[in-house]
């Protein structure tokens, strides 16, 4: 079935790092969906992105979807312990079911 | 998120026990899904329900039923937990089952079978 495969895992970043989680499909995503999940939390919606190449921003987060609606990814700027989670993505599949990427879970060194 | 409880937060039980989650919702959205999160898998869809007595089945539905008689009401029932359903769940509403929003999430129920 549809996948969405989310690089890296696992991320650890000293405090005021940069980061990037990356989300990529093998076929063309209708639109893509990005979640947050605190440790010991539940995911919390975050945003999402319809139009090829489109970028939103909130924040210290940049939001891109590509040119060929098959990839998405989440820029944080100078990371803060706030940041600390993981971070999903999703998208709807074929049956109208939307699947989630396995996460990626950032660290922050202090 | 407020409009969307679940219960028992945290449950522990014996092997071959049923077991019945339930997620409450005071949204009035149509769609309510139950997805289990286990650490390498993610978030996996379980059971979904698209209105009253409208439920399908989702990826790793054995082992698992579930009912919505109410809107507002969607459980989930283990008919005779295995240590396998171990696991932390959480249920999620959605307003119209469309793509232009996202999903709210409950609280999440730990359950540990034992």
């Known amino acids: 079935g549809q996948q969405v495969m989310q690089i890296p895992q696992y991320q650890h970043v000293q405090e005021g790092e940069d980061f990037t989680t990356y989300c990529n499909s093998s076929?063309?995503?209708?639109?893509i969906q990005w979640y947050k999940q605190r440790p010991g939390g539940h995911p919390v919606f975050l945003i999402q992105?319809?139009?090829?190449?489109e970028v939103k921003k909130q924040k210290r987060l940049t939001f891109q979807f590509g040119e060929a609606k098959k990839n998405s990814s989440l820029h944080i700027t100078a990371t803060q312990t706030t940041d600390v989670g993981t971070y999903f993505c999703?998208?709807?599949?074929?049956?109208?079911?939307?699947?989630f990427g396995k996460g990626t879970r950032l660290h922050i060194l202090p | 998120d407020a409009g969307i409880t679940q219960s028992p937060r945290h449950k522990v039980t014996e092997t071959g026990t049923p077991v019945t989650l339930r997620c409450h919702q005071t949204?009035?959205?149509?769609?309510m899904y139950w997805y289990r999160q286990d650490p390498g898998h993610g978030l996996r869809l379980i059971h979904y329900?698209?209105?009253?007595?409208?439920?399908d089945k989702g990826e790793v539905s054995d082992g698992y039923s579930v009912s919505r008689s109410k809107t507002e009401d969607f459980l989930l029932t283990l008919e005779s937990a295995t240590s396998s359903q171990t696991s932390v769940y959480f249920c999620?509403?959605?307003?119209?089952?469309?793509?232009?929003?996202?999903?709210?999430f409950g609280s999440g129920t730990r359950l540990t079978v034992v």
């Open positions: 999620a509403i959605s307003d119209g089952g469309d793509r232009d929003y996202g999903y709210t």
């Open positions: 076929t063309t995503l209708s639109n």
């Open positions: 992105l319809v139009k090829s190449g």
């Open positions: 999703a998208a709807w599949n074929r049956d109208d079911k939307i699947i």
């Open positions: 949204e009035n959205h149509r769609y």
């Open positions: 329900s698209y209105g009253v007595k409208d439920t």
